[in-house]
């Protein structure tokens, strides 16, 4: 029998912070069959470190080839032994949750063809998302400066400003000339451009977000305009940079971005922690504590964490404990490895402020995998607050509300949401 935080957790709306999402038209019109929605995320990582071939996995993904059978016959073994894994668990809820599958077999999978046609229609984006995962609303990265509102859904799909080139020193400028009209010949017209893109986007957009981790390190350092002006002439005269130059103009484009968002009164995301894929991943890199410089330089700017900063999430919990502008957000966390999450967000509750954590963001491509992975969430929420419960450390009452909390209550104060939807209907206004 299902107790009442089970059922709590299970009917309350869920608010979906980090999301990579596809468009409604690129959905629709070339989206995924049903090998890409079931296998096409971040679990092929998994099966090509299992021992399938790199040429069996492009296969099973193949939209083009059109026998299922033999796209996951190449794969069936490695798939044996990723079934427990956090994304193999994902794999499994898209089969079962959306395509009614118990199994995944190739007769199974050949019987949810038409169900997965009827899938591909326009309003089933959303309606998978908003009705069957039950999400208050999405943040997706999808990664562009523009955050034009989605006209499938202008209140439900938020879009961030993305930051990640510039921190990593690609400063894009026939593009940026392209979107501000702002030709950059000086520090100060990249700072002039920087400022229109905010100006223009900064409204509509729901936070900054930033992944260049997967190329540099997290660690920042302050720098001037005297250090990065001759590194700005050499982008300019087409020379190529050293990596200490281009650490040198990413700090700087990285700050600025930064008191730009302060100013708009955007959050400003971060991945930290475990990379997409296998096979490359300097990983010290990846620790959230190379950002203490950053994160004490800019007390009044709303740093979100995510990914709990795998695997080095105990930084991920003193910083969240030390710094009152740091936030974690448990996207995609719970999907790598969610034993440990379970784990993390138990430790999170003993020794930080709980306004500090957010439950949930899929980090996918396809809505059945995010419903998929917001199944998985909800289910090992309730796993680390009904140990709470069994460990008499929280009441079920005092269980539910930390729920609400970090289902929902968190996110409402930390992102604007009310202003951003406001924002977008008078954008749609105004192009009537």
Not at 272 to 288: E, F, L, Q, V, W
């Amino acid at each position: 029998m299902a107790s009442e935080l089970t059922e709590a957790i299970a009917a309350m709306p869920l608010s979906d912070t980090h999301e990579h999402l596809h468009a409604e038209r690129h959905y629709v019109g070339d989206g995924p069959d049903i090998l890409q929605a079931i296998f096409d995320h971040y679990l092929l990582a998994d099966l090509v470190v299992a021992g399938a071939s790199a040429e069996a996995v492009a296969r099973l993904v193949d939209a083009g080839d059109p026998d299922i059978r033999a796209r996951f016959a190449g794969v069936r073994d490695a798939w044996e032994a990723c079934q427990q894994t956090g994304f193999g668990e994902a794999a499994r809820l898209i089969a079962r949750v959306v395509y009614g599958l118990e199994e995944i077999t190739p007769d199974g999978l050949e019987g949810a063809t038409a169900r997965h046609a009827a899938l591909r229609r326009p309003g089933e984006r959303l309606r998978l998302l908003r009705e069957v995962a039950r999400l208050d609303h999405v943040q997706i990265d999808d990664p562009e400066w523009a955050c034009q509102p989605d006209p499938a859904g202008p209140d439900f799909f938020l879009y961030d400003l993305s930051w990640a080139h510039f921190c990593d020193g690609r400063l894009e400028l026939p593009q940026l000339h392209d979107e501000t009209g702002i030709a950059v010949a000086t520090l100060a017209d990249l700072r002039a451009a920087f400022a229109a893109l905010f100006a223009r986007y900064g409204p509509l957009a729901i936070a900054v977000k930033s992944q260049h981790a997967y190329r540099r390190t997290l660690h920042w350092r302050e720098r001037t305009d005297a250090e990065v002006a001759p590194v700005l002439a050499m982008v300019l005269a087409g020379q190529a940079l050293s990596e200490e130059e281009r650490l040198c103009l990413g700090d700087w484009c990285w700050a600025r971005g930064v008191e730009l968002a302060i100013e708009h009164n955007l959050p400003f995301k971060l991945h930290t922690g475990s990379y997409a894929g296998y096979g490359r991943m300097p990983i010290d890199r990846i620790r959230a504590g190379h950002l203490c410089g950053l994160l004490a330089r800019y007390p009044e700017a709303r740093f979100v964490l995510l990914h709990i900063a795998y695997p080095y999430s105990d930084e991920l919990v003193a910083l969240a404990k030390h710094y009152p502008n740091v936030y974690v957000d448990l996207c995609w966390a719970w999907s790598i490895d969610p034993w440990t999450t379970r784990d993390f967000v138990r430790r999170m509750i003993h020794a930080v402020p709980l306004n500090k954590l957010f439950a949930f963001g899929g980090d996918t491509f396809w809505p059945a995998a995010s419903v998929a992975y917001a199944a998985q969430a909800r289910a090992w929420l309730t796993r680390a607050l009904q140990a709470e419960v069994d460990d008499r450390l929280l009441t079920e009452p005092q269980a539910i509300a930390v729920a609400v909390r970090l289902m929902q209550t968190n996110q409402r104060a930390c992102f604007d949401l009310d202003g951003t939807r406001a924002a977008i209907r008078r954008e749609l206004a105004g192009r009537a």
